[in-house]
Nanobody, 122 residues
Framework: EVQLVESGGGLVQPGGSLRLSCAAS????????IGWFRQAPGKGREGISC???????TYIDSVKGRFTISSDNGKSAVYLQMNSLKPEDTAVYYC????????????????WGQGTQVTVSS
């Protein structure tokens, strides 16, 4: 059974940093792309970054230069280092897995974690 578990969310002041973790199990980690999504209250789920052995990493423009995605294949884990956080980054953050090449949108992903809340506020 594919399982994804996010952790690392919390409350942080504007300009602060958080590191999210996504622990994966139940599948061959190297064969999958792992994406990070977020969903703010009243908004749709937004893909923000993705990483895979085949295609490297991608980011949406609003997080480029502030967020860094990385993976540890030995631990079957993906991380999202978030720096210079802004109030508009407040959302529930999800990781998800996909077998597709360059999965850019939510329907391309097959399994999801339960999410972790990130709140950026003073």
């Amino acid at each position: 059974e594919v399982q994804l578990v996010e952790s690392g969310g919390g409350l942080v002041q504007p300009g602060g940093s958080l590191r999210l973790s996504c622990a994966a199990s139940g599948f061959t980690f190297d064969d999958y792309a792992i994406g990070w999504f977020r969903q703010a209250p009243g908004k749709g789920r937004e893909g923000i970054s993705c990483i895979s052995s085949r295609d490297g990493s991608t980011y949406i423009d609003s997080v480029k230069g502030r967020f860094t995605i990385s993976s540890d294949n030995g631990k079957s884990a993906v991380y999202l280092q978030m720096n210079s956080l802004k109030p508009e980054d407040t959302a529930v953050y999800y990781c998800a897995s996909s077998t597709r090449d360059r999965p850019a949108i939510a329907w391309m992903y097959d399994a999801w974690g339960q999410g972790t809340q990130v709140t950026v506020s003073s």
